[in-house]
């Protein structure tokens, strides 16, 4: 999966649909009329976003998702023209149960004759 959208490419009331990034922060809150809503951090090498999932979203995101997934993230700013408040379902991309050394040295000892 090719990345194409960057932080600091995100534009206000710009649509974008299943971007990966990389989950910085998920935190749930309670709102002042009292309804559920997780405030999230995404971020690339470009630079990171916070943004919030309010109670109307949560049944669209897996919420089982942890800091430093990659999550695949689909929305729209509509609240600032400094891109802090993004309505995002979130969509965990699996990774292996393996260890990454484990994988990698694996790779390189492949005989691939």
Not at 45 to 55: A, L, P
């Amino acid at each position: 999966m090719d990345k194409t959208i960057f932080v600091a490419d995100l534009r206000l009331n710009q649509v974008i649909k299943a971007v990966p990034f990389s989950l910085k922060e998920f935190e749930k809150k309670i709102s002042r009329q009292d309804k559920p809503y997780y405030n999230v951090n995404l971020g690339d090498k470009t630079g990171e976003i916070r943004g919030k999932i309010w109670s109307d979203g949560i049944s669209d995101t897996d919420i089982s998702v942890k800091i430093g997934d990659i999550v695949l993230v689909s929305g729209v700013d509509r609240k600032s023209t400094r891109l802090n408040s993004i309505h995002i379902p979130l969509t965990r991309i699996p990774s292996s149960a393996c260890n990454n050394k484990y994988m990698y040295k694996n790779l390189l000892t492949y005989d691939h004759v």
